[in-house]
């Protein structure tokens, strides 16, 4: 299983986004075992095909989040998380 790396761009994005940080430990809690161990089922960004985009859908009342990493045989990399525009 790869190690999970939360950059500090993606720790001050966290702090923004005006979450609950206990609420934010229990989603990322439940998300870090599939990213570590299967990141390469979510999709590439179109263009840099070092870069992964995971959207979560949070908890109710909350919009939801997109999450990009990177990642190699060894780590994943949180490098951001941000609001998904309203589709």
């Known amino acids: 299983m790869r190690s999970i ?3 500090t761009k993606f720790r001050d ?3 923004k986004l005006g979450i ?3 609420r934010l430990d229990q989603l990322l809690e439940g ?3 599939t990213v570590a161990t299967k990141p390469d089922i979510y999709p590439e960004v179109p263009g840099k095909p070092a870069l992964r ?3 979560v859908r949070p908890f109710p009342g909350l919009k939801c989040l997109n999450i ?5 045989n060894e ?3 949180f ?4 609001v998904m525009d309203d589709l």
Do not use: Q
Request: hydrophobic share 45%; net charge negative; no cysteine.
């Open 5 to 7: 790396i939360e950059e």
């Open 13 to 15: 994005d966290l702090g």
């Open 20 to 22: 609950d940080p206990k």
């Open 31 to 33: 998300i870090v075992l």
């Open 53 to 55: 985009r995971l959207r």
């Open 68 to 72: 990009w990493f990177s990642f190699d």
């Open 75 to 77: 780590s994943v990399r």
């Open 79 to 82: 490098l951001e998380i941000d």
